[in-house]
């Protein structure tokens, strides 16, 4: 933006004011976003979550069928491997100690 000054140069750059209300605005829109942001973080992590029971409770039922008794410990679906079920398990359900 030239502007002209009292001694004749161009000037350019912004204004405070148009500063001021640029970074206004921004905020405005962030504080907006930013909840939005975490509600869609939070429901992602809960389908994941349910996702995650579904399958597990798939692997044991599919133990169970196969076994006749539900297993003792996370190990043992590991462990025994019945019809590929270990495949099906969650990483993160894997790697909890116990």
Do not use: C, W
Request: glycine share 6%.
């Amino acid at each position: 933006m030239a502007r002209h000054t009292a001694n004749g140069n161009n000037a350019s750059g912004f204004t405070l004011i148009e500063l001021m209300i640029a970074i206004s605005v921004f905020s405005i829109l962030i504080t907006i976003a930013q909840p939005i942001y975490y509600s869609a973080i939070k429901k992602a992590k809960e389908a994941t979550l349910k996702r995650d029971l579904f399958v597990m409770r798939d692997v044991i039922d599919r133990y169970y069928s196969d076994q006749g008794e539900y297993p003792a410990t996370l190990a043992d679906l590991v462990e025994k491997d019945i019809s590929g079920a270990s495949r099906s398990i969650p990483l993160r359900s894997r790697t909890l100690p116990g």
